[in-house]
């Protein structure tokens, strides 16, 4: 049977952190997650906006900066490769960076409705109460303030999902589209702990019935036992060959039926 060619395959790509790391955007878990001695995982939650929204909103304001001041990767490039090359494509990201989005391949960025950011957007700013939110650059960017909503006089919160919060219905629901639209080809998880259960179940529906689930990660993850191929190394250096590999040879090149990565 000739290998599947690129161009007619379904690929679902899950990234998290580890994809913009080489970009100097710090992982949560990883070195410089610490923020003033605090754990992300603590301050990334409504009980600790509710009891210092300043404080919050001060982690908010330099991470914003931190990734205004960034650039997307060669992992992030490859991935818009693989979206203009592959018949049927989705990224789920868990980033709330906009580096999928601004990295460009051969003039062209990847398409919004090509991608589900899971956990929001860092620019977004909304209201908790009332459908209020922006993207506006606000003078919370620039001051150390809380922004207020003009409506219901409350502050306003970063539109990113804090840890314990339920997730977006409609992102979830195109997520679920596509793995409802057949099997993926190829699932690739990227730079994630996988801590959260949904990854991982997306992550393996993709790949039911004899699809390949690669895992681009220096660590192992508790997604690694289910992984056909697993790259124990960083993402800009490791996905740009692994796509060039298929988009010249197809899925089949790939070693990966024989080594099996655990
Ligand atoms: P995480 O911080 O828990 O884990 C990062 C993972 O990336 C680890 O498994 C690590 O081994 C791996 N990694 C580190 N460097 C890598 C590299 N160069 N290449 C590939 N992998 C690498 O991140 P998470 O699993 O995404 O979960 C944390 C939560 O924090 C998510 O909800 C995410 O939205 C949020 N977060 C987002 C950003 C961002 O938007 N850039 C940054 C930090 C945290
Ligand atoms: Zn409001």
């Not at 290998?3 to 913009?20: F, N, Y």
């Not at 878990?29 to 610490?34: A, E, F, I, L």
């Not at 949904?198 to 508790?222: D, K, Q």
């Amino acid at each position: 049977m000739a290998d599947p060619k690129l161009s007619d395959a379904r690929v679902l790509v899950i990234t998290g952190a580890g994809i913009s790391a080489e970009s100097g955007i710090a992982t949560f878990r990883g070195p410089g997650g610490y923020w003033r001695k605090m754990d992300p995982a603590k301050l990334a939650t409504e009980a600790a906006f509710r009891s210092d929204p300043a404080l919050v909103w001060e982690w908010y304001r330099e991470r914003r900066e931190q990734i205004r001041g960034a650039c997307p990767n060669a992992a992030h490039i490859a991935v818009v490769e693989l979206a203009a090359t592959a018949g049927d494509f989705l990224l789920v990201t868990q980033n709330v960076d906009d580096l999928h989005l601004r990295a460009k391949w051969n003039g062209r960025a990847l398409a919004p409705e090509l991608c589900v950011q899971i956990h929001g957007d860092i620019f977004v700013t909304r209201c908790s109460r009332c459908d209020y939110r922006t993207t506006k650059r606000l003078h919370a960017d620039d001051a150390a303030s809380v922004p207020v909503c003009p409506r219901c006089e409350i502050a306003l919160r970063p539109g990113v999902v804090w840890f314990g919060e339920s997730l977006p219905p409609n992102e979830v629901q195109r997520v679920e589209a596509f793995l409802d639209g057949g099997r993926a080809d190829v699932t690739i998880v990227i730079g994630t702990t996988a801590l959260f259960g949904y990854i991982v179940e997306w992550a393996v529906r993709g790949r039911r019935a004899g699809g390949e689930l690669v895992e681009i990660n220096p660590e192992e993850t508790p997604l690694s036992p289910h992984a056909t191929r697993a790259i124990r190394g960083a993402a800009a250096a490791a996905l740009p060959g692994l796509v060039a590999e298929w988009s010249h040879s197809g899925l089949g090149s790939s070693p990966s039926r024989h080594s099996v990565g655990g």
